[in-house]
């Protein structure tokens, strides 16, 4: 994990005000540090500065995990562990997919991210039906996992890995996550986060593979 300096929370007061930081922090913990059980969120969300100064010390936390999430690049351009993974409904194994564009994500039903992200991954899969999209899930709670496939017409090829089996094969430690794998099987690119998966440079991107 990688430190951060005082010197720069002192640089970023200088730069903006403290109750802009506090506002852009708190944005940065609900996009990226999901939690099902944050009992303060509701008091939080509408505190104004200077009582939002826990909100600060947030600051070279997130800035920290944001590093620490993109921290093992070692994995693109080396061939995709391999993996096999039932939930006694669905299997996925990678190694079958050998010979198409896979995109390995790894996700859970209560991630607002994941959330977030589910529609565009769902419309790339009905605009290029060609590429495997393989929907990896972490959830324990099976119901709340179903619940989430039928409510959200989720129809891309998904399994449940509640032991992470395949996640920490990948070191993934924050979700969404992302791996693009070309048809060799070798790692492309990592996605972390949410991101556009209608957008342009990420569609040519997918084509030229």
Aim: net charge neutral; charged share 25%; glycine share 6%.
């Amino acid at each position: 994990m990688r430190p951060f300096s005082i010197a720069a929370v002192g640089f970023l007061l200088r730069k903006k005000p403290l109750e802009v930081i506090c506002r852009e922090a708190w944005d940065f913990w609900n996009r990226h540090c999901p939690m099902t059980n944050r009992p303060f969120d509701p008091y939080y969300r509408d505190v104004q500065c200077p009582r939002c100064l826990f909100a600060l010390l947030l600051v070279p936390l997130a800035l920290v995990s944001a590093c620490d999430r993109g921290g093992r690049p070692g994995l693109t351009g080396e061939v995709a562990p391999d993996f096999t993974v039932s939930d006694g409904t669905s299997k996925i194994h990678l190694a079958d997919y050998r010979g198409h564009i896979v995109l390995l994500n790894f996700w859970w039903s209560q991630c607002a991210p994941c959330i977030q992200e589910m529609p565009g991954l769902l419309e790339l899969h009905h605009d290029r039906p060609d590429l495997a999209i393989l929907a990896v899930s972490i959830d324990e709670d099976e119901d709340s996992y179903k619940r989430f496939i039928t409510r959200r017409h989720v129809d891309l090829i998904t399994v449940r890995d509640p032991n992470q089996s395949a996640a920490k094969l990948y070191h993934t430690e924050g979700w969404p996550e992302t791996y693009i794998i070309d048809r060799s099987g070798v790692i492309r690119r990592k996605v972390v986060g949410d991101p556009d998966w209608s957008n342009s440079e990420m569609r040519a991107y997918l084509q030229g593979l």
